[in-house]
């Protein structure tokens, strides 16, 4: 069974920092893209950030690009997502998400989800 | 960045009766590969987003066969066939031709 959980969500101040993790189990990590994904208190939801299996491909939302750093570990299997300068707009529930297409480079859609962890940026 | 526009926002439903959601993209979705990269996905009450149905029309796996997409280019349509109980939530259509990966802002079903 393929599972996500997130977690390092939290409160921090405006101008804080924050590292969230992403712990999978039930799937070969390694060839799998990796996505976060969040949404704001009621609500739509946001696409931020993406990695391939192999870090050759990272890519941004405008939204957060030069504030926020994903990475994975293929060894341990997880997810990161460190947030830098954070924004009161970064006020958000986090997914991590899993590429839908094992191999891809890119990413093209979710198939798993994570639970979230709620970053609450507040002073 | 391509815009996502769901219609209707909000709909209430009677049990047993079809429901139908419209997305339509601000650009063509379909890539030269011959694939559309249109996705729904449901976010049930305090749960995370999941997925539907993936390419316009194919159901992913245990989605119940009463949910069917359809559509082509830039205009796409997610439709119940006969809504349950277990259906309300929020639908999102998403599209993943183009970074950002962007999303409708969501419809919202409710049962009456």
């Known amino acids: 069974e393929v599972q996500l959980v997130e977690s390092g969500g939290g409160l921090v101040k405006p101008g804080g920092s924050l590292r969230l993790s992403c712990a999978a189990s039930?799937?070969?990590?390694?060839?799998?893209?990796l996505n976060w994904v969040r949404q704001a208190p009621g609500k739509g939801l946001e696409w931020i950030s993406s990695?391939?299996?192999?870090?050759?491909?990272?890519y941004y939302a405008d939204s957060v690009k030069g504030r926020f750093t994903i990475s994975r570990d293929n060894a341990k299997k997880s997810l990161f997502l460190q947030m830098n300068s954070l924004r009161a707009e970064d006020t958000a529930v986090y997914y991590c998400?899993?590429?839908?297409?094992?191999?891809?480079?890119?990413?093209?859609?979710?198939?798993?989800w994570g639970q979230g962890t709620l970053v609450t940026v507040s002073s | 960045d391509a815009v996502m526009t769901q219609i209707p926002l909000s709909l209430s439903v009677t049990p047993g009766q079809p429901a139908s959601i419209s997305c339509k993209s601000s650009q063509s979705l379909l890539y030269s590969d011959g694939k559309t990269y249109l996705y729904w996905y449901l976010q049930k009450p305090g749960q995370s987003p999941q997925l539907l149905i993936y390419?316009?029309?194919n159901r992913f796996s245990g989605v119940p066969d009463r949910f069917s997409g359809s559509g082509s280019g830039t205009d796409f349509t997610l439709k119940i066939s006969r809504v349950e109980a277990e259906d309300v939530g929020v639908y999102y259509c998403?599209?993943?031709?183009?970074?950002?990966?962007?999303f409708g802002q969501g419809t919202r079903l409710e049962i009456k």
């Open positions: 998400a899993r590429e839908g297409l094992q191999f891809r480079e890119d990413p093209y859609y979710f198939d798993y």
């Open positions: 390419e316009v029309s």
């Open positions: 039930g799937f070969t990590f390694s060839t799998y893209t």
């Open positions: 998403m599209q993943s031709i183009q970074l950002p990966i962007t």
């Open positions: 990695i391939s299996p192999t870090t050759n491909n990272i």
